[in-house]
């Protein structure tokens, strides 16, 4: 058993009785009558993953995801909690919307059990366009986890009045850091690989030059800010800085800028068209550096389900996006821990503990006395990543037809 929040690494029993753990020992001398037996032998039990950000199809675009195939495709993949981004159609601009939706998964989990509990970002904007300001205190008083468009928006003035108005509302704010002037028509990281593959740059400041504007402005006001979608060397280090200074942010970069970079995009996968860019690999290894140390908090998913015939064009064509809800977690733990030199907490930290705490929410803990929010992962077992073994309605993923590590075997989800 791994559990981040108590730091616990060690081989025990765990006995879960009407959804509560109720004991964890060395070994449960003691089994009621009937209980359901599972051998955990060479398996991980873990608490539950937390998805930061990920994109719904439903409503508006039902083909690419619904409500349904999403949630158990966070189930599949060891993700107990699900955040959601408003760039729906119509967006999560209004309370009604967050009924609406958070209605449909109370009837969904009904008819299955073991679903993610859902956690909506209420758009900034209206229409998560970036414009002008949504309702923001009608809101929150919605069920909302915070407020986020998902997009960039390009108006500093905006942004800063947005930032003056969310902060007396208690709800976390997170925002995506990208010049599109600077960014103009670039669809790879700016740099050497761009060159050799022939594909139009993306310079490392469109990120930069808006998350330093961004950072003063949070100096400024004082509001608490999740920084989304962090994907460059100097974005990891503008937020050393930043936390240095005192300033109130969290920060987050998403599991494909971990595991590739712009060195990967010789055979122009369009799965591999992701926004922001996958940076270069000084870039990568600066990620991956800042996620160990804790100067990136979490790990975010952004699974963004794209349609077959979208996604199936030249790669500076292709709508940015890949799926990755079932497949982070196998692929992170193969990747950084069995060949690489995290410890099985820092993962976890990064993928459970941590999300949870930038949404100001208690993270999912393995301990007696508390509901059982955990997952039973199997490291070693490997399965093939096909349309037919995918949960999403969608398979954008540079893993089609492969064989990957990891198999989340069980989850046990909280009631609501």
């Avoid at 999560?92 to 969904?108: C, G, H, S």
């Avoid at 010789?266 to 550096?289: E, K, T, V």
């Avoid at 969608?394 to 198999?407: E, F, H, R, V």
């Amino acid at each position: 058993m791994l559990d981040a929040v108590t730091q616990a690494d060690q081989v025990v029993d765990v006995l879960v009785q009407d959804g509560v753990v109720t004991a964890i020992a060395p070994s449960i001398a003691v089994i009621p009558a009937r209980a359901e037996m599972i051998s955990g032998e060479g398996k991980v039990l873990l608490p539950g993953l937390v998805d930061l950000y990920s994109h719904s199809g439903e409503p508006g675009n039902e083909s690419r995801e619904t409500l349904e195939s999403l949630l158990k495709a966070g189930r599949a993949g060891g993700f107990t909690h699900l955040g959601i981004l408003p760039g729906t159609e119509p967006a999560i601009d209004n309370p009604a919307m967050v009924d609406r939706i958070l209605a449909r998964r109370e009837a969904l989990a009904r008819a299955h059990p073991s679903l993610p509990h859902l956690h909506l970002w209420g758009a900034l904007t209206q229409a998560a366009q970036g414009q002008q300001m949504a309702e923001l205190a009608e809101l929150a008083e919605a069920p909302i986890a915070g407020f986020a468009d998902g997009r960039a928006i390009q108006n500093p003035l905006l942004t800063q009045r947005l930032l003056q108005y969310v902060q007396p509302l208690g709800k976390p704010v997170a925002l995506y850091s990208c010049d599109r002037t600077l960014r103009d028509s670039g669809v790879a990281r700016e740099g050497p690989f761009s060159l050799i593959y022939g594909l139009v740059g993306d310079p490392a400041s469109s990120e930069t030059a808006a998350l330093a504007a961004l950072l003063e402005c949070i100096a400024d006001v004082g509001t608490p800010v999740h920084l989304m979608r962090l994907s460059t060397a100097r974005g990891v280090e503008l937020v050393h800085q930043a936390k240095d200074r005192g300033l109130p942010v969290t920060a987050s970069t998403t599991w494909m800028h971990l595991l590739f970079s712009a060195k990967d995009l010789g055979g122009y996968d369009p799965s591999l068209r992701l926004s922001p860019p996958l940076g270069n690999p000084a870039d990568q290894a600066a990620l991956i550096a800042g996620v160990k140390a804790g100067v990136i908090d979490a790990i975010a998913i952004d699974h963004t389900p794209q349609a077959y015939e979208d996604k199936t064009v030249g790669f500076p064509s292709a709508p940015p996006g890949a799926i990755g809800l079932e497949l982070s977690l196998g692929l992170l733990w193969d990747a950084l821990v069995t060949r690489g030199d995290w410890s099985p907490l820092t993962l976890l930290q990064a993928l459970s503990t941590n999300p949870a705490a930038c949404w100001g929410q208690t993270p999912p803990t393995i301990q007696p006395q508390r509901p059982a929010d955990m997952i039973l992962f199997d490291p070693a077992a490997s399965w093939t990543v096909s349309p037919a073994t995918l949960q999403s309605l969608s398979a954008n993923t540079p893993w089609l037809g492969k064989s990957i590590p990891g198999q989340v075997l069980r989850s046990w989800v909280p009631p609501l």
